[in-house]
């Protein structure tokens, strides 16, 4: 059962605009969450996380907000770069440290 | 410094085929995860260990995938025989964890594995 689900396989935005992506998940037990970029032929590489017990957590032009109660999390990156575009993954992790990945949402910025 | 090392980058072999995958983790990190990367079922964790100890392995699809970790600084993942359907890029991830962890995992580049 895919328990972190990212609705949106794609999202396409004007650099210098906002980008928008979504994910939610199922498990209440859950207690850290974190966004992952990848680019073609990479590895994904971390970006940005935030626990639980937190609503938001901002780092540059990337803000990750959270709303436990609607089991939902979103990415904001401000303003959207041509380098942002990738494909964007929400992890959600276990207290083992296990991670639960979404399918990803494949951000392209146009000039 | 060196991030997750993986060999080989590619991979193309016959089915039926022994097919070893190699990992070197972030050196000071004590768990190390083995991931497989489809179209169909995106990104999914096969086993994970944690100071070389297998903690779970409910991902390996089959009796014919194995993983060890002889040393803090080596994993193999061995498939035997290979079939065309483990045909995948597969991520070897390491972390830190402690009590107040982050959990955040660095990944390799991948191994890109193909099967005919």
């Known amino acids: 059962d895919q328990q972190v689900k990212q609705n949106s396989p794609s999202l396409s935005v004007q650099e210098g605009r906002i980008s928008i992506l979504n994910c939610d998940y199922t498990?209440?037990?859950?207690?850290?969450f974190l966004w992952y970029k990848k680019y073609p032929a990479e590895g994904p590489t971390f970006l940005i996380s935030?626990?639980?017990?937190?609503d938001k957590n901002e780092d540059g032009r990337f803000t990750v907000f959270l709303n436990k109660s609607a089991k939902h999390l979103s990415l904001h990156i401000v303003p959207s770069q041509p380098g942002d575009s990738a494909v964007y993954f929400c992890?959600?992790?276990?207290?083992?440290?296990?991670?639960?990945f979404g399918a990803g949402t494949q951000v392209v910025v146009t000039p | 410094d060196a991030g997750v090392i993986q060999s080989p980058r590619h991979e193309v072999t016959e089915m039926g085929q022994e097919v070893t995958l190699r990992c070197k983790p972030i050196?000071?990190?004590?768990?190390l995860f083995w991931y497989r990367q489809t179209m169909m079922r995106g990104l999914e964790l096969l086993i994970y260990?944690?100071?070389?100890?297998?903690?779970?392995d409910s991902g390996m699809p089959e009796d014919r995938f194995s993983a060890k970790m002889p040393n803090a600084s080596f994993s193999t993942l061995k498939i035997q025989p290979s079939e065309p359907r483990d045909s995948a890029v597969y991520f070897c991830?390491?972390?830190?964890?402690?009590?107040?962890?982050?959990?955040?995992?660095?990944f390799g580049p991948g191994t890109r594995l193909t099967v005919t």
């Open positions: 991830a390491s972390s830190f964890s402690s009590d107040d962890s982050s959990y955040e995992q660095y």
């Open positions: 498990n209440s037990m859950f207690d850290y």
């Open positions: 935030i626990s639980s017990i937190k």
């Open positions: 992890a959600a992790a276990d207290s083992w440290g296990k991670l639960q």
């Open positions: 050196s000071g990190h004590n768990s």
């Open positions: 260990f944690n100071n070389n100890v297998p903690i779970d």
